[in-house]
């Protein structure tokens, strides 16, 4: 039996690669919460689902005791000596409150019964070292946690944004564990009372991607499917959300909607200034029929606000396609800083500015490399200079440096590494390392990187010996095989360079940068390449937005 | 609490008067709602009842509980308002 791990990653962005990483780490079985994610089956990621824990019969088993405890506890809630606990409350009010808590019992007391019976089926059943979660707030995220922490099981909560405002909801951490992404998020925690020593600084797992320049031609082929031109400029505004997170939130439960409607009337101002410049509009991404962003757009097309979309892609896509990031205190707004795109912070104080200013605080401080907009009246010359001011455009990116440390540590790409090697260290017991992995998944990519390094040695020896073509042939072979080493990209480059195909070689340099945006071979290649192509401004801008971290100027 | 007369706490345990009335800075509604949502469940008859296999069923329930609190004691200190 190898040792198991229950995880409740996968509804977030980087589970998967965290997945992949303990895989290749050691002999472990995956219990995924998520009963419906195919990325696992997508990938050939061997799982079992937790959904077989759960007991059988319950309508026998558990329901007669949830229904008498459900029970129970509404009788205790009417109580005299409960309503006495709390008689500072006015009657209406405690109406309200008790109506309150008879809804929250009745949508989650049972399944947290259950899930916690599915629990301990599974560790009696498997070999349960630990338990992964991105949300450990919620009641079953966090019904799991605390049975786990009685039963000696360790959890680690991989947070899953960079926390701002209100923080009325993250009141505990019930995770044993804490993974944030850089010292910035960690001391946000450790102000929450978390103990420093609970919490490990591995960066965004979900940010991996962006430590390097998105893929050659992905902006055009993502404009391409919106029919969208890729010469002229793209600004899209990622909608905020409301919510009654506080009394700040509650006193302003339109400001995503107030907040929309200053940026699109601005898009509409600018559209009539510059009529080829398109606007996106980015609902939420899980449901939210609170906005209704389609008539929104539809009367602003009405009001002049031309080659206007509403942007459903995926949030990757969705910064590789902007020019200019809008977003309203948002972990959007990091991650197009990330990627390099100028980024506006929209904060309208009228529509409940102070909405942001209270728990944690703030996402973005006065160093960080973001145009904040404070007034409706901002908004349009803001976007104007994060478009056509270049002295704007490079104060933001002489800017970024501060915020991607401050938001995601190193950003070398490895954060799902350093999260996987955390996992694997919660799960080894009395220093006992975990087995080697033996899952075929393992074996089968372990083949292929073995291959892919015969190829490229193959391809080495083409080079040297004059013959570019069949350099290139088998460094081909070799990325066909494996696309995460960014010295077969390289290699790729050099040869094609050789062949006098530059924009091919220029593409191929990128790809490797992509990889690892440290890459010194490839960073000076496409300098080189750059110099041929008469791109060298391009190249230059390139290399200054990636890989910077940790080097001089 | 000064409001709340001396003997009216009589027989309840520490633990819940400490989480009711805990030190917290902030807005009214957010202080009471995160004191009523961190202690409803240490109240003795309703904790014995939303105890499971050594876990509170009512922790577990704060963050679910926690936005419709907020709603109604916010609703609450806008209603007082002059």
Redesign the interface.
């Known amino acids: 039996m190898s040792a198991s791990v229950l995880f409740s990653m996968m509804r977030y962005r980087g589970g998967a690669g965290v997945a992949r990483a303990v895989l290749e780490r050691g002999a472990v079985d995956f219990i995924t919460m998520e009963p419906s994610t195919s990325i696992f089956e997508e990938m050939g990621l061997p799982r079992q689902s937790f959904t077989e824990y759960l007991p059988k019969n319950v309508e026998q088993t558990m329901e007669p005791g949830a229904l008498k ?1 459900l029970r ?2 509404v009788g ?2 009417q ?1 005299a ?2 309503r ?7 009657d ?2 405690w109406e ?2 008790q109506e ?2 008879y ?3 009745r ?3 049972y399944s ?2 259950v899930n ?2 599915a629990l ?1 089926r599974c560790a009696a059943e498997t070999d349960l070292r630990l338990l992964v979660c991105s949300e450990d ?3 079953t995220s ?2 799991l946690v ?2 786990a922490s ?1 039963i000696g099981i360790p959890s680690l909560h991989v947070i899953h944004s960079v926390p701002c405002g ?1 923080a ?2 993250h ?2 951490v019930p995770s044993t564990h804490l993974a944030v992404y850089s010292e910035h998020t960690k001391r946000l925690y450790e102000s929450l009372g978390v103990e420093s020593d609970r919490i490990f600084v591995t960066g965004n797992p979900a940010w991996d991607r962006l430590a390097g320049p998105p893929r050659p031609a992905l902006r055009r082929r993502i404009c391409h499917e919106l029919g969208l031109d890729p010469a002229k400029p793209v600004i899209t505004y990622a909608l905020t959300n409301s ?9 302003y439960p339109e400001v995503h909607i107030r907040m929309t409607e200053a940026v699109i009337e601005a898009f509409t101002v600018l559209s009539r200034k510059h009529p080829d410049w398109q606007f996106g509009l980015r609902p939420r991404p899980w449901p939210d029929t609170s906005c209704p962003i389609e008539a929104m757009v539809d009367e602003a097309r009405e009001a002049g606000l031309a080659r206007a979309f509403v942007d459903r892609l995926d949030p990757y896509a969705s910064v590789a396609l902007a020019d200019v990031s809008l977003s309203t205190e948002s972990n959007m707004g990091i991650e197009a800083m990330l990627l390099g795109k100028p980024v506006i912070n929209v904060v309208v104080s009228a529509f409940g500015g102070d909405v942001y200013q ?1 728990g944690f605080g703030p996402l973005y401080d006065e160093e960080d490399a973001v145009l904040p907009v404070k007034g409706v009246g901002e908004l349009a010359p803001a976007i104007e200079s994060a478009v056509l001011d270049d002295a704007t455009r490079t104060r933001l990116r002489r800017a970024r440096v501060h915020s991607i440390e401050r938001f995601n540590g190193s950003n070398d790409g490895k954060a799902a590494q350093r999260v996987a090697d955390l996992i694997i260290s919660l799960m080894e017991r009395d220093g006992r390392r975990l087995e080697h992995p033996r899952h075929p998944y393992v074996t089968a990519r372990s083949e292929r990187r073995e291959r892919a390094g015969e190829y490229n040695a193959r391809g080495e020896a083409c080079f040297e010996a004059g013959d570019f073509d069949g350099a290139v042939a088998a460094f081909s072979e070799a990325i066909g095989e494996w696309t995460e080493n960014a010295l077969f990209f390289n290699n790729l480059g050099t040869a094609l360079h050789a062949l006098g195909s530059y924009e091919l070689a220029w593409d191929s340099f990128v790809e490797a940068l992509h990889v690892d945006p440290y890459l010194d071979s490839a960073r000076q290649n496409l300098m080189a390449v750059g110099a041929v192509l008469q791109r060298e401004d391009e190249a230059r801008a390139l290399l200054a937005l990636f890989g910077v971290l940790g080097r001089d100027g | 609490m000064g409001e709340r007369p001396d003997n009216q706490d009589a027989g309840l345990p520490e633990e819940f008067i400490q989480w009711r009335d805990a030190s917290i800075e902030g807005a009214k509604a957010d202080v009471d709602a995160v004191r009523f949502v961190t202690s409803w469940h240490r109240f003795p008859d309703l904790h014995d009842v939303l105890w499971y296999r050594d876990v509170n069923l009512g922790e577990v329930l704060e963050w679910a509980l926690t936005p419709e609190v907020i709603a109604i004691l916010a609703a609450r200190d806008e209603k007082g308002r002059p």
């Open positions: 405890r129970e506890l205790g809630i109580s000596k409960f006495e606990a709390y008689g500072h409350f006015d209406a009010t309200r409150l309150a808590m809804g929250v019992l949508r989650e007391f947290c019964m916690i019976e301990l707030v919620l009641p966090r019904s605390l049975k009685r209100a009325t909801s009141p505990a919510g009654h997170w506080s009394a700040a939130m509650a006193r209270e």
